[in-house]
Nanobody
Framework: QVQLVESGGGLVQAGGSLRLSCGAS????????MGWFRQAPGKEREFVAG????????VYADSVKGRFTISRDNGKYILYLQMNSLKPEDTALYFC???????????????WGQGTQVTVSS
């Protein structure tokens, strides 16, 4: 069983940066594709970024390309999301998730963290 805990969220001004982290139980972390999702108030949860189980391949939502970077440290069992040039529309609760198959927006993510809040002010 994979347990995920997000951290690093907070309040930041537009144009600023935040780095989110997702700590995972050590059991089978390196065997899972990982992803970041977000959900803004009153909106559906959306895919943000995904990374393959080895970390060699990544995919991003069009809305964050060029601004966000997903990475993972399999030795420390940590998933990261570096967020630069933040915009007010990035405000949302951010979740990390693990998938036993694939790592993109349509992957079957069976494990989820409880989320960390990111608020971007203008």
């Amino acid at each position: 069983q994979v347990q995920l805990v997000e951290s690093g969220g907070g309040l930041v001004q537009a144009g600023g940066s935040l780095r989110l982290s997702c700590g995972a139980s050590r059991g089978t972390f390196s065997s899972y594709g990982m992803g970041w999702f977000r959900q803004a108030p009153g909106k559906e949860r959306e895919f943000v970024a995904g990374i393959s189980y080895r970390g060699g391949r990544t995919v991003y939502a069009d809305s964050v390309k060029g601004r966000f970077t997903i990475s993972r440290d399999n030795g420390k069992y940590i998933l990261y999301l570096q967020m630069n040039s933040l915009k007010p529309e990035d405000t949302a609760l951010y979740f990390c998730a693990a998938s036993a198959s694939d790592y993109g927006p349509s992957a079957l993510y069976g494990y989820w963290g409880q989320g960390t809040q990111v608020t971007v002010s203008s």
